[in-house]
Nanobody
Framework: QIQLLESGGDSVQTGGSLRLSCAASGYPLSSVCVAWFRQAPGKEREGVARIYTGGGNTYYADSVKGRFTISQDNAKNTVYLQMNSLKPEDTAMYYC???????????????????WGQGTQVTVSL
């Protein structure tokens, strides 16, 4: 059974940092795109960052570029999202997602991702 498990969400103040983790089981995170998405109440789901674990190619939404960093740890079969300089508008439920097929470079279109975690809440206060 394929599972993605996010962790690391918390409540922080503006300017703070958090590191989210996405641990996969039953699904080798090798040569595959893994993405982070977020959804705030009343808003559409938004793609945040993506990494292609086959070579480390990364892609970021403009809203987080320069503040967030996506990375991988192949030994732990885990993808991370380091979030710095957090703002109140970063408040959302954060999800990691992976596609059904490997070896395909993707963007941040959530329709391309098949497997999703349950989410981890990030709250940034003033």
């Amino acid at each position: 059974q394929i599972q993605l498990l996010e962790s690391g969400g918390d409540s922080v103040q503006t300017g703070g940092s958090l590191r989210l983790s996405c641990a996969a089981s039953g699904y080798p995170l090798s040569s595959v795109c893994v993405a982070w998405f977020r959804q705030a109440p009343g808003k559409e789901r938004e793609g945040v960052a993506r990494i292609y674990t086959g070579g480390g190619n990364t892609y970021y939404a403009d809203s987080v570029k320069g503040r967030f960093t996506i990375s991988q740890d192949n030994a732990k079969n885990t993808v991370y999202l380091q979030m710095n300089s957090l703002k109140p508008e970063d408040t959302a439920m954060y999800y990691c997602a992976a596609p059904k097929l490997p070896y395909t470079l993707m963007g941040l279109d959530d329709r391309q991702y098949t497997y999703w975690g349950q989410g981890t809440q990030v709250t940034v206060s003033l």
